[in-house]
């Protein structure tokens, strides 16, 4: 078992840039979550997604921030135009529908916007 | 809506010592509780749950935990904490809707 996969594990930007976080969910897994950890603010849902749709995305900041899962094995987090009050770690999670609800986190993604 | 409070931002404890972190959950329903770690650096790693049954739940670790549903509270202990065990602890509540809550974190130092 992989576990999650995150990619890059570290991005550094400029401001107004676009920026792409990539997740692979453990397979079998229904449930996938981005997560965004910083220190002012602690470890904040995102948005989830149960069977590759999004179920609650009331934790997305703003319209720059869009999330999408085209199938099982992949979801993305862009951030565009990317602004320095981005910067944190984004975790991804993924989780099965029944059964135990525990949820199987990723290394993060630590990104940095200049 | 569920929601989950850590009251110690910061605990440090002598390598050998006991340790107790506290949690406390608001949650309409019978709740699904769970600890996890994360080491400076790393994801959240998952040290223990609970769901129902025995309110006396074991972990990794060494680690163990209480349910005491009178209090809304979950929390987290170890006999005698190790070195190692420095890092975040996350307290987190949630449903049988996956959607769940994490607290804020308590950062645990270990004096040698």
């Known amino acids: 078992d992989a576990g999650v996969i995150q990619s890059p594990r570290h991005e550094v930007t400029e401001m107004g840039q676009e920026v792409t976080l990539r997740c692979k969910p453990i397979s079998g897994h229904n449930s996938l979550f981005w997560y965004r950890q910083t220190m002012m603010r602690g470890l904040e849902l995102l948005i989830y997604?149960?069977?590759?749709?999004?179920?609650?995305d009331s934790g997305m900041p703003e319209d720059r921030f869009s999330a999408k899962m085209p199938n099982a094995s992949f979801s993305t987090l862009k951030i565009q135009p990317s602004e320095p009050r981005d910067s944190a770690v984004y975790f991804c999670?993924?989780?099965?529908?029944?059964?135990?609800?525990?949820?199987?986190f990723g290394p993060g993604t630590r990104l940095t916007v200049t | 809506a569920q929601s989950v409070t850590q009251p110690d931002i910061h605990i440090t404890v002598s390598e050998g010592a006991s340790l107790e972190l506290r949690c406390n959950y608001s949650y309409g329903a019978t709740p699904y509780l769970f600890w996890y770690v994360q080491s400076p650096g790393q994801g959240l790693q998952l040290l223990l749950k609970?769901?129902?049954?025995?309110?006396l739940v074991q972990g990794i670790k060494g680690f163990e935990a209480e349910f005491k549903r009178s209090q809304s509270s979950f929390n987290l202990r170890k006999p005698s904490v190790h070195w190692s065990d420095a890092a975040e602890y996350f307290c987190a509540v949630g449903g049988n809707n996956n959607d769940m809550r994490f607290g804020a974190g308590t950062r645990l130092t270990v004096k040698p």
């Open positions: 999670a993924s989780a099965r529908e029944e059964g135990t609800y525990e949820q199987y």
């Open positions: 997604f149960n069977n590759n749709v999004p179920i609650d």
């Open positions: 609970y769901f129902s049954g025995d309110t």
